[in-house]
Nanobody, 127 residues
Framework: VQLQASGGGLVQAGGSLRISCSAS????????WGWFRQAPGKEREFVAA????????YYSNSVKGRFTISRDNANNRVYLQMNTLRPEDTAVYYC?????????????????????WGQGTLVTVSS
C-alpha cells in the first residue's frame, strides 16, 4: 500500500487550495480516509476524515465549514478542499487510510486508527 499526497504550496490568507492523495493497493470505496496536519513545533492533529463505505465525514472544529474532504473511488483518490485559509493552517498535511475492520465514528479522529500514511505535503498560508 502506498499513499502519495500532493498539491501543497504557498497561498495567501483567504485563498483556497486543494490537496489530493492517491492510493495504490487499496480500494477507495472500502477504505476510511483521514487528513492530519503537523505545524512546526506542534503535534500532529486531526483535520478531516471520511468513513469507510461513506458518506459520513468528520472535521475538526478549527476547519469545519472551511475544508471539505471528498473522494474519487474510480481513481482511488482523496481530496481536501481548503477554503478561506488562515496562517494558522500552515502545516504539513498527511493523508491516511484505515486498514481492516470498520472503525466507530469517534475512532476516525485518532491517528492510531489509520494503518497507512502518505509522506505529507506542505501548505503555507501567508498573511
Amino acid at each position: 500500500v502506498q499513499l502519495q499526497a500532493s498539491g501543497g504550496g504557498l497561498v495567501q490568507a483567504g485563498g483556497s487550495l486543494r490537496i489530493s492523495c492517491s492510493a495504490s493497493g487499496l480500494t477507495g470505496s472500502s477504505t476510511g480516509w483521514g487528513w492530519f496536519r503537523q505545524a512546526p513545533g506542534k503535534e500532529r492533529e486531526f483535520v478531516a476524515a471520511m468513513r469507510k463505505g461513506g458518506p459520513g465525514t468528520y472535521y475538526s472544529n478549527s476547519v469545519k465549514g472551511r475544508f471539505t474532504i471528498s473522494r474519487d473511488n474510480a481513481n482511488n483518490r482523496v481530496y481536501l478542499q481548503m477554503n478561506t485559509l488562515r496562517p494558522e493552517d500552515t502545516a504539513v498535511y498527511y493523508c491516511a487510510a484505515t486498514g481492516m475492520g470498520n472503525p466507530i465514528s469517534s475512532a476516525y479522529y485518532q491517528s492510531s486508527t489509520y494503518a497507512y500514511w502518505g509522506q505529507g505535503t506542505l501548505v503555507t498560508v501567508s498573511s
